[in-house]
């Protein structure tokens, strides 16, 4: 069974910067098109990265230059680098391949807040 494990969340001041990762059990994240998708309170989750299998990424507009996302098939994690979060950015992340199957991880919880 494939089991995705974010860590790496927390609190950040406006402005400030922010690493969470996913590590994949149960698969290996080069045999699929991987995702970080956002749930923010209230909202549909959204995708906001995409690493694809030929090893190109794929950004939603409001975190394009913002956030790198990046893949270590050795250790078979995904990683969103964030830096000059605002507020919009808050919300639960999560990963998963492109698109998405039926599991889901508990999510990492971002909030950007002064």
């Known amino acids: 069974q494939v089991q995705f494990v974010e860590s790496g969340g927390g609190l950040v001041q406006p402005g400030g910067s922010l690493n969470v990762s996913c590590r994949v059990n149960?698969?290996?994240?080069?045999?699929?098109?991987m995702g970080w998708y956002r749930q923010a309170p209230g909202k549909q989750r959204v995708l906001v990265a995409t690493f694809y299998r030929s090893r190109g990424t794929e950004y939603e507009d409001s975190v394009n230059g913002r956030f790198t996302i990046s893949r270590d098939s050795a250790k078979n994690e995904l990683h969103l680098q964030m830096r000059s979060l605002n507020e919009d950015d808050s919300g639960v992340y999560y990963c998963?391949?492109?698109?998405?199957?039926?599991?889901w991880g508990q999510g990492t919880q971002v909030t950007v807040s002064s």
């Open positions: 149960g698969t290996q994240v080069e045999w699929f098109n």
């Open positions: 998963n391949i492109r698109p998405p199957g039926n599991f």
